[in-house]
């Protein structure tokens, strides 16, 4: 199965992902990490990309579609499919992406949008705390930790991500707004969006959510 996860920013994709990778077993691609897991370790992509993810801004599409090119090569178990979380956000890298898996058995066959109010995601996104250690996600006002500024999970410190301050926030849902909205119109015509209500709390979109992927 082939996947795309779409949503605003705070709109739970890394949440959900981390839940479908496991109950349907396929190779996640989060290009958000990429670009944040290549900036800490200071590589030649992560230097092109920090000017952009800091501010909240998109990395131009060059860079990015070569890098998901790169990734789909070497996918682990090409077999079980992908879930592409945060990418495409863009019409130029849904073409691209078309383009790239022509003709192959890793076009795309269903997109899960994830639905959540704007006014909600500033909350969401402010308050997240993030585990690098094993992954886990907090947040201070709906899912605080045990212990404040600690892991639940593996006892680590948390931290913030740097683009999640209001400023930021503000260019990523415009960013959202302008591009990425264009790319869910454009695959509604092909009649393959999946809209999930992700106001609700974690345990009452999951059902919903698995069914929509198992069923569809
Ligand atoms: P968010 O939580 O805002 O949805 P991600 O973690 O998916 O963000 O991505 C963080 C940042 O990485 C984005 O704000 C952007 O700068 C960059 N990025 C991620 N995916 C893409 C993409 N497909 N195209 C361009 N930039 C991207
Ligand atoms: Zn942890």
Redesign the pocket.
């Known amino acids: 199965m082939n996947i795309f996860i779409m949503g605003a ?1 705070g709109s739970g ?1 890394g949440t959900f992902s981390s839940r479908i990778k496991e109950e349907f077993n396929l190779n996640h691609i ?3 990490d990429i ?1 944040r897991e290549n900036i800490a370790n200071e590589t030649e992509l992560g230097l092109q990309a920090k000017s ?2 800091e501010k ?4 131009p599409d060059e860079i ?1 579609n070569n890098m998901v090119k790169e990734y789909l090569s070497h996918l682990a178990d090409k077999k079980n499919g992908y879930l592409l979380d ?4 863009t019409l130029d ?1 849904a073409k691209a992406f078309e383009e790239m898996t022509k003709g192959t058995d890793l076009a795309v066959e269903k997109i899960v949008v994830m639905d959540v109010p704007f006014d909600e995601l500033t909350r969401r996104i402010t308050g997240r705390r993030l585990c690098k250690k094993c992954g886990a996600i907090f947040n201070i006002y709906s899912k605080p930790p045990k212990t404040e500024g600690v892991c639940d999970e593996c006892g680590s410190a948390l931290t913030q991500r740097k ?1 999640d301050n209001e400023e930021s926030l503000k260019v ?1 849902l415009d960013e959202y707004a302008k591009n990425t909205e264009p790319v869910i119109a454009y695959y509604e015509e092909k009649g393959m969006v999946s809209r999930i209500d992700a106001s609700k709390a974690i345990d009452a979109i999951w059902p919903e959510l698995k069914e929509t992927l198992k069923n569809k």
Do not use: A, C, I, N
């Not at 909240?56 to 990395?59: R, T």
């Not at 945060?86 to 956000?89: F, K």
């Open positions: 920013p994709k989060s290009t958000g670009f952009y993810t909240g801004l998109l990395v990015t945060g990418y495409p956000r890298q683009d990523r």
